[in-house]
């Protein structure tokens, strides 16, 4: 089956050749390309570059570039810093004081910031790819938006000390959101959310469900509506006690961090939405021997083969730069070997 054929018939219900495997990269696979990172933050070609040469290496199950963390807020006033060969960071967020607020609009996906290079290389990889492989856009969730904007501190600050102005903060990064979705939808794409501010290591489960449900709530239902799936939701860390607040939204897949036990979250919430993780992606990805990889990625799939609502394997969170291709190649193997259906519980022990 080629990878798209594999997502099809697993979205179904249908029967497929071996379990989903989809690492999460991006642009931290740059080096494969011999180029730096600050380039690729500003080029659709190289962008789309990367993602062709990553699928055409592994075969994974999934590939996509998005706005990320960083993009919407950027895109609505927030300045940003791009290391040479480091991830981009914010340096500046715009909404130092709320007086200020009523000078934010929400972002046009087609003229602001980077976002129209991110639509433009979307194309340009669906057009080369996209018969072969699901593409996807990764958008950051209102909650890490909105930190993006107020910076992380201060925004955490106003949920305490100003909870009306961050629940119309909240309201704003969600229009900007909502109108990217579309232009992604309109592209005949789909969207994936991640949140990683939101984790349950930083928030509380009461202010998950006050400021971050809501809003996600509105990212999967707009994408239900424009493309008829409901998206997958990342968010970092030890989410245990906000699992159940991440079901409420209606996504239908969680991808979890490694800090999580995936038999855990088989039995708490595995009944009602997919699982995808959890393979430690410094400490086995980045510097494990293939052997570790192998034996890791095992473990996951001894764990959650069976979960009622389906199981992709993947990496807690995405894989550092610097990372030896042949140690992706060793996951993707891994799926191959273990994850072959039926599946032999026998070889999982």
Known sequence: MTPKERMSAFAKGEEIDRIPCIPLMGETQTHLTGKKLSAYYHSPELMAEVEITCFRMFGHDGVGVGPGLHAIPEAM?????????????????????????????????HSDGRLPLILKALQIIDQEIGSQVNIGSGVGGPFTAAAGLRGT????????????????????????????????????????????????????AKNFEEFAVPYLKKYVERIFERCGTRPSLHICGNSKKIWQGMVDTGAPLLSLDNVIDLADAKVTVGDKVCLMGNVRPIDTIMKGTREHILAEAKECLRKT????????LSTGCQIPIGTPPENIIALMDAARIYGRMPIDPEILT
């Open 77 to 109: 006033g927030t300045k940003l810093k791009f290391p040479d060969d480091g991830l981009s960071f914010v340096s500046e967020p715009v909404l130092k004081d709320y007086t200020d607020f009523d000078r934010l609009k929400p972002a046009d996906p």
């Open 153 to 204: 501190e201060n925004f955490l600050r106003d949920l305490q000390k100003k909870p009306e102005m961050a629940h119309r903060l909240l309201e704003l990064v969600t229009e900007s959101a909502l109108r990217y979705i579309d232009a992604v939808c309109d592209l005949g794409l789909i969207p994936s959310i991640a949140e990683p501010t939101a984790t349950g290591n930083i928030i509380s």
């Open 305 to 312: 083969y069976d979960n009622p609502k389906g199981y992709i």
